[in-house]
């Protein structure tokens, strides 16, 4: 099975630019059929849908972050990578990397606080 | 966005014994290609989510079979027949349908 793993900063000041990256192992990112997604847990809340890579290249954003998201994919080093422009305390949460075919989020990684503050 | 509604939010259970949760969609989760793509996920305290059933009732590779998921169209159910220890934590309806909603999640406590 997949493992995911994020990596960045863990404190990102307001109104600049979140990045984290995901790294994938034991398997290739370029696989037919999966999704590669990032999705965030506010502290002590549920879970919510940053968007997704399929494994085309074609992206799908949450409608309520859609202007502030961009994902990507870099087939050499088999990782996919989360930018969130503009942020606030609001975004201060922790975020995950996951991955599956259709539907499904059968891979997690272990997630990553990430702290907005001056 | 389609809205997914769980019920209970808390369920405190004694040890072998059932529980249930409700989750309701706020529209069909029926996809042009004919699939359901309702998930349940389970998460463990300071662990990440982790994928129970898929498509209303496909248990996912390595989940006990006292797991369970039911339903079709706007309502599902995800029962635990026997709960056990292991099993307290927060559990999550996922809709894949139409973009990607959770529900707010169901606490799963030992009484």
């Known amino acids: 099975q997949v493992q995911l793993q994020e990596s960045g900063p863990g404190l990102v000041k307001p109104s600049q630019t979140l990045s984290l990256t995901c790294t994938v192992s034991?398997?290739?990112?370029?696989?037919?059929?999966?999704?590669w997604s990032w999705i965030r847990q506010h502290p002590g809340k549920g879970l919510e849908w940053i968007g997704y890579i399929y494994y085309s290249g074609s992206t799908y954003y949450n409608p309520s972050l859609k202007s502030r998201v961009t994902i990507s994919v870099d087939t050499s080093k088999n990782q996919f990578s989360l930018k969130l422009s503009s942020v606030t305390a609001a975004d201060t949460a922790v975020y995950y990397c996951?991955?599956?075919?259709?539907?499904?989020?059968?891979?997690w990684g272990q997630g990553t606080l990430v702290t907005v503050s001056s | 966005d389609i809205v997914m509604t769980q019920t209970p939010l808390s369920s405190p259970v004694t040890l072998g014994q059932p529980a249930s949760i409700s989750c309701r969609s706020s529209?069909?989760?029926?996809?042009?290609?004919?699939?359901?793509?309702l998930s349940w996920l389970q998460q463990r305290p300071g662990q990440p989510p982790r994928l129970l059933i898929y498509k209303i009732s496909n248990r996912f590779s390595g989940v006990p079979d006292r797991f369970s998921g039911s339903g079709a169209g706007t309502d599902f159910t995800l029962k635990i027949s026997r709960v056990e220890a292991e099993d307290v934590g927060v559990y999550y309806c996922?809709?894949?349908?139409?973009?990607?909603?959770f529900g707010q999640g169901t606490k799963v406590e030992i009484k």
């Open positions: 996951a991955t599956g075919v259709a539907g499904t989020t059968s891979s």
């Open positions: 034991g398997g290739s990112i370029s696989s037919g059929g999966y999704y």
């Open positions: 996922m809709q894949a349908t139409q973009f990607v909603t």
């Open positions: 529209q069909s989760l029926v996809h042009s290609d004919g699939n359901t793509y």
